[in-house]
């Protein structure tokens, strides 16, 4: 997948990827005062590397995730902010570790 053809509001997306970067779990607060917890990070695509977001409940795909694992992410989609593209791995989407290479 390139990182040019990917727009806001692309949904059912699928990546085989490596994880290059991930930061600590953070819990933000939103405008209307609800918490989540965050992880976010970095994943190499065909043209570049772009940033993701792991939001509450899927946060526990990544348990097992190391820098550097290649992982094949199903059902993600592609939002934006503050004009940066991120890929998103919500609550249907799933992760699968690809070990041996």
Not at 34 to 57: P, Q, R, S, T, Y
């Amino acid at each position: 997948m390139s990182i040019k053809k990917l727009r806001p509001g692309m949904e059912h997306l699928e990546f085989i990827t490596t994880i290059i970067k991930l930061n600590e779990i953070r819990t933000v607060k939103t405008y209307s005062g609800l918490e989540h917890k965050i992880l976010e990070g970095e994943m190499i695509l065909d043209d570049g590397k772009i940033g993701f977001a792991v939001w509450n409940d899927a946060i526990n795909f990544f348990k097992d995730v190391n820098i550097d694992d290649k992982v094949h992410l199903k059902n993600c989609f592609i939002t934006s902010y503050k004009g940066v593209l991120q890929v998103n791995v919500g609550r249907d989407s799933t992760l699968t570790k690809i070990e041996g290479e």
